[in-house]
């Protein structure tokens, strides 16, 4: 497994898609599902690149990158997403948030490796 590191992304404007959750208790096939819908996003059109984390209270912030509003769009009507985000409403997820926002801005910060 590769060192964690945020999304390398181009420079905006590009917009990102901010999923806030709640689990439920159990994987129940979870940890496999997101696997794949990371896989097959990864190959769509416009897809830019994605953040994740969960903490110990179950609460996952995960914000995939996208070129366009289509490209996202594209994704949400994609048959096998929609098909895994009605099994998560069903058993994975307690409460779920999403929110589409426009990057118009964006920076980080690197540590040079010899400090």
Do not use: C, N
Not at 21 to 29: I, K, L, Q
Not at 55 to 80: C, K, N, P, Q, Y
Request: glycine share 10%.
């Amino acid at each position: 497994m590769a060192d964690p590191a945020p999304a390398s992304l181009p420079a905006p404007p590009y917009y990102a898609v901010v999923f806030t959750s709640v689990r439920t208790a159990g994987d129940e096939g979870y940890g496999d599902r997101a696997e794949q819908m990371l896989k097959l996003a990864s190959g769509q059109p416009g897809f830019l690149g994605v953040d994740s984390a969960r903490g110990a209270d179950g609460l996952g912030i995960t914000v995939s990158h996208w070129s366009d509003e289509e490209s996202i769009a594209a994704w949400r009507g994609h048959a096998e997403h929609v098909l895994t985000r009605a099994h998560g409403r069903e058993h994975w997820y307690a409460s779920f948030a999403v929110h589409v926002a426009k990057v118009e801005r964006a920076y980080g910060f690197l540590r040079p490796a010899d400090l």
